[in-house]
């Protein structure tokens, strides 16, 4: 192989390994994690109000990552919360640390 093979070499190695990462990281939610986050928010929304009480809706909520994926948030139970749809909308108009 000559150096400029090499180096695309090298550069599709890279690709491959980043797309790999990638792939990982948006892989779906585990059926397990999803029942878990469920289980443990008593399918009730998480979100704290300004009132400091816990949002007490119970319907069409959303297993919601707390880092986005797209900010390297992964999908193991520490990163994911329970939220209602009207939550998860207010949520994704910000920008992490601004909640
Ligand atoms: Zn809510």
């Not at 319907?59 to 948030?73: C, T």
Request: glycine share 6%; proline share 2%.
């Amino acid at each position: 192989m000559n150096q400029t093979e090499d180096r695309k070499q090298n550069l599709q190695d890279l690709f491959d390994s980043k797309n790999a990462l990638e792939l990982t990281r948006r892989a779906a939610i585990s059926t397990q994690n999803r029942r878990e986050v469920w289980r443990r928010a008593g399918a009730r929304c998480e979100q704290r109000l300004t009132s400091g009480e816990r949002c007490s809706r119970t319907h069409l909520l959303q297993v919601d990552h707390r880092i986005p994926v797209a900010w390297g948030g992964g999908n193991e139970l520490s990163n994911l919360q329970l939220l209602c749809s009207t939550h998860n909308r207010v949520k994704s108009d910000r920008l992490p640390g601004e909640y």
